[in-house]
């Protein structure tokens, strides 16, 4: 299957400092990507679908000044967690489709302190 | 928009045993409907997907069934190993990008 690469795998930060988490797809180009997010045993959320070369589109409430993405390239998506605090804290990743079908990154633990 | 629900929440099946995952959906426009396996702390990984123009799908010991009419589809595992133990996520779309997923299982398969 496809590549999607994401980093970093983990971060920790102190409350207040921004987290940017990077998205590529290394065998092909993704015009659109999407960003969800994870929380312990539940399910993927989405967040937010970024789009190159615009601006991203963001699922009901979730805070795009707080969760600012940047899609500048046909392989890059990066989400950038702005003023991060402990209740940011989650699993968060990114896909992207070829050929039909979606591929996810390997995933970001972000822990806020 | 697309709502999935997902049951049950945790299966427990002894080696060997079949299991079988159901998902409804809302949207009757949905026409794709994958299935995906995470495991503790790695990436969804897609086991098996069907279009909407498609009653059943099997690939060796997954199978996943469709019934466009009642807004549903199932997965199922038969002869399950202790490798098939994982959190299973169906989920449905009217792309095959943007998806909404379900709740997930947990399956444990014991030896």
């Known amino acids: 299957g496809a590549v999607v690469s994401q980093h970093p795998s983990w971060v920790i930060c102190k409350s207040g400092t921004s987290v940017k988490i990077e998205c590529r797809s290394l065998?092909?180009?993704?015009?659109?990507m999407f960003w969800y997010r994870q929380f312990p045993k539940q399910s993927l959320m989405l967040m937010a679908t970024?789009?190159?070369?615009?601006?991203?589109?963001?699922e009901q409430g979730v805070e795009k000044d707080k969760f600012l993405i940047n899609h500048a390239s046909l392989t890059l998506s990066t989400l950038t967690v702005t003023s991060a605090h402990p209740e940011d804290s989650s699993f968060y990743i990114c896909?992207?489709?070829?050929?039909?079908?979606?591929?996810f990154g390997s995933g970001t633990q972000l822990s806020v302190l | 928009g697309e709502n999935v629900e997902q049951h049950p929440s945790t299966l427990s099946v002894q080696e060997g045993d079949s299991a079988v995952i159901k998902c409804t959906y809302s949207?009757?426009?949905?026409?794709?409907f994958p299935w995906y396996k995470q495991e503790l702390g790695k990436r969804p990984q897609l086991i098996i997907d069907?279009?909407?123009?498609?009653g059943e799908k099997k690939d060796q010991r997954i199978a996943v069934t469709l019934n466009k009419t009642a807004k549903h589809f199932s997965l199922h595992i038969t002869e399950t190993q202790p490798e098939d133990s994982a959190v299973y996520f169906c989920?449905?779309?009217?792309?095959?990008?943007?998806?909404?997923f379900g709740t997930g299982t947990r399956l444990q398969v014991f030896p």
């Open positions: 970024s789009n190159e070369g615009s601006k991203a589109t963001y």
């Open positions: 065998d092909f180009q993704a015009t659109t």
């Open positions: 069907i279009r909407s123009n498609v």
């Open positions: 896909s992207a489709a070829t050929n039909e079908k979606l591929f």
């Open positions: 989920a449905a779309s009217i792309r095959t990008d943007k998806l909404i």
């Open positions: 949207d009757s426009a949905s026409n794709y």
